[in-house]
């Protein structure tokens, strides 16, 4: 076995083998596993193949020579089908593992007829039985003689395998690397041609040892580099798609961290929300728990937003809620919590301290921190707050409940005007009950026209004849009978309920005053109070217009009356809404006048005709000298600005000749009398007073 030859086929076993065992390693990886696994079936059979050559070849005798080449025939034998199910396993077609099976049982019949004749299946007789000197001098044992009809099914069979392999090849070559089908064609071609060789030397035309062996070695490799490639590529895949997940799953942490901050953070403010609110709270309610203290909290609500989004826009009411959350935070820093529940309410948390005083102080600071003007694009605001605190332990025992008493003290807050402050006390849950009933009452109120007017003059100063009859709303309660407009007026205006009950009373008056016209009363005129909503929000113009039309009346049979503090709210844009007004011919006045910090330069500038002195200052002015000089300084005022000026709260003879020796041009009050019904009204103008 030390011939050239030998050394060649003993070189091809070991290559065979090791082709075995990486196509046993590849499988592992690779998406073929069941072809791998078969190949390396097929390269073992392919070794043994060539052992039983070298075998044959070198045998000493012909008997051993006829006995090594049982051993090359069955071994070939075994090659066919196992070829053929590597060709189905790549296919991956039912009818191809079926013809493999075949092939199988066909094998099985020429593995006996290769054991029971004599020479084998392939030869009936032999023709060369010695060894014979191949081309290159080398001497060895080449059998050859008759086939017999089992080796021409043999080799019927291995031309199937070919043609099926070629066909599989043109049609997996789109899905194939170029290179790699190249060499599988190639080593397709010499294992034909090796085969075909081996034929001839069978034939006794050639004197050739069998080559096939060498030339599946060469598509062993060829198969293996392309089983390495498309496993390297998966591997590839594999390692790119591990990257992609990683990188996913990192963007989706990312994305969560943001939906988490977003679900507890308010994105106008970038302050906690009332989610992240209630989580700090709570933490904070426990170290105060836990540490003895107390915990405040602290709701506030800024007043009337809706009217700076309806006059300046959601742009400018966005702006004021980012100053005012600035505000609070710059003031609170991180020894508080800070934090927006929704459109205009923020909430503060207090900790650390130990009495009510200190919570106290703190609220104090807060809200005076707040105060102050805000500036936002084109004007400058005069914002109030309403507010309400409760105290952990007086007023609660968890965060959930110290933040529902500090609302229900807001509730409070709110109902009693803008800019109130109220602090938590049980009796409020009954309050509230009573409140939800009543607004709820409060919108089927005007469907039901349970409202009506009740009229109180204002009397010349020098002739005391009546030249105005102010109209002042009432609800008729079905069960609280009558109801005043400072209980049922804020619950109007947080509802929104205020614009329609406006328009109604302009309405009901001018048609009160248009009865007085026809009844007589023609040098008289009628006045309504008007709201803030309905000043900056509503279409106040339009229905002033359709009133007055409706009625048959004038402008100057109509006097508009606006609180001082509704004017500071915001100022320009008042300026602009009362333009308007007077254009219609409508009198203007200022309500509450000296209660609302207005400036004298501002005052100038309002297109007003009159203003009323708060009936704070005539109270006393018969027994304080400092509200006598408020009620001079006013007269003065209002002469100096050409306007007329109104005392209201008058409720005696002293005070009205005080008033009028000032120089008072209109009064109002008890002394002349009470708000009276329509029809009282009607028989005070004819038969209790002069008309002018």
Not at 44 to 57: D, E, G, I, K, P
Not at 59 to 78: G, I, M, R, Y
Not at 656 to 670: D, F, I
């Given at each position: ?507 009901a008056a001018c048609r009160q005053m248009s009865n007085w016209r026809e009844n007589g009363f023609t040098d008289l005129r009628v006045a ?159 038969n209790g007073r002069k008309v002018a």
């Amino acid at each position: 076995m030390d011939t050239p030859i030998a050394s060649l086929y003993l070189i091809s076993v070991g290559a065979l083998a090791m082709c075995a065992f990486q196509a046993a390693l590849l499988a592992r990886s690779s998406s073929y596993v069941r072809a791998c696994w078969t190949f390396a079936v097929i390269c073992l059979t392919f070794a043994l193949f060539q052992l039983s050559n070298v075998r044959q070849l070198a045998a000493p005798d012909l008997a051993v020579a006829v006995t090594a080449h049982k051993w090359v025939n069955f071994f070939s034998l075994l090659l066919i089908p196992q070829i053929w199910y590597l060709l189905a396993s790549l296919d991956a077609r039912k009818w191809s593992f079926r013809l493999a099976y075949a092939v199988g049982c066909v094998t099985a019949w020429l593995l006996f007829e290769n054991f029971v004749a004599p020479y084998g299946y392939r030869f009936s007789v032999l023709t060369v039985d010695v060894p014979g000197e191949l081309w290159w001098g080398e001497r060895a044992f080449l059998l050859a003689g008759e086939t017999t009809p089992a080796y021409a099914i043999n080799r019927l069979l291995s031309l199937g395998a070919a043609v099926y392999a070629a066909i599989f090849c043109i049609r997996a070559r789109s899905e194939r690397v170029r290179f790699s089908n190249r060499l599988v064609w190639l080593s397709v071609v010499l294992i034909i041609v090796t085969t075909a060789l081996g034929g001839a030397t069978d034939a006794g035309m050639l004197q050739l040892p069998f080559l096939s062996g060498f030339g599946f070695l060469f598509l062993a490799a060829s198969y293996l580099l392309l089983v390495r490639r498309e496993a390297t590529q998966r591997l590839t895949d594999k390692i790119r798609i591990s990257a992609a997940l990683e990188r996913e799953m990192e963007s989706h942490k990312r994305a969560s961290l943001r939906f988490e901050h977003a679900l507890s953070n308010d994105a106008l403010t970038r302050l906690p929300n009332r989610v992240g609110a209630l989580d700090l709270l709570h933490r904070m309610f426990v170290k105060s728990e836990s540490n003895l203290t107390r915990m405040g909290v602290l709701l506030l609500d800024l007043d009337r937003l809706a009217i700076i989004n309806g006059t300046r826009g959601y742009e400018a009411g966005n702006q004021l809620l980012v100053e005012v959350a600035q505000r609070l935070r710059d003031h609170c820093g991180k020894r508080m919590l800070v934090a927006r529940l929704g459109s205009a309410r923020f909430v503060v948390g207090i900790a650390g301290h130990k009495t009510w005083a200190g919570i106290e102080s703190e609220v104090e600071g807060i809200l005076s921190a707040a105060k102050a003007p805000f500036s936002i694009p084109g004007t400058v605001l005069n914002m109030t707050f309403s507010a309400g605190v409760a105290v952990y332990p007086d007023h609660a025992s968890s965060a959930e409940d110290l933040l529902a008493s500090a609302g229900l003290a807001l509730h409070q807050a709110r109902d009693a005007g803008p800019g109130n402050l109220r602090v938590f006390h049980p009796s409020l849950q009954q309050s509230l009950n009573e409140r939800i009933g009543l607004e709820t009452e409060l919108k089927e109120a005007l469907e039901k026209e349970q409202f009506v007017l009740h009229y109180q003059p204002q009397v010349c100063a020098a002739t005391e004849r009546v030249v105005c009859m102010e109209a002042l709303i009432r609800w008729h309660h079905p069960t609280l009978g009558l109801v005043m407009p400072d209980k049922f007026i804020p619950l109007a205006e947080a509802t929104g309920a205020i614009a329609a009950i406006g328009s109604w009373v302009i309405d009901a008056a001018c048609r009160q005053m248009s009865n007085w016209r026809e009844n007589g009363f023609t040098d008289l005129r009628v006045a309504v109070n008007l709201s803030a909503q309905q000043l900056l929000v509503s279409d106040l113009g339009e229905a002033v217009q359709s009133a007055l039309q409706r009625a048959g009346l004038q402008g100057g049979d109509l006097e508009l009356e606006i609180t001082e503090s509704v004017l500071m709210q915001d100022p320009q844009r008042s300026i602009e809404r009362l333009e308007a007004l007077r254009a219609l011919g409508v009198r203007l006045s200022i309500d509450d006048f000296g209660t609302g910090y207005s400036s004298l330069g501002y005052l100038k500038l309002l297109p007003v005709h009159a203003f009323k002195l708060d009936r704070s200052f005539v109270r006393d002015i018969g027994r304080s000298a400092k509200d006598l000089e408020i009620c001079a300084t006013a007269v003065g005022l209002a002469r100096n600005l050409g306007l007329e000026l109104v005392a209201e709260g008058v409720e005696d003879a002293m005070q009205a000749a005080q008033l009028r020796k000032l120089g008072c041009h209109l009064l109002q009050g008890y002394y002349f009398a009470r708000p009276l019904a329509a029809y009282a009204a009607t028989d005070f103008l004819a038969n209790g007073r002069k008309v002018a």
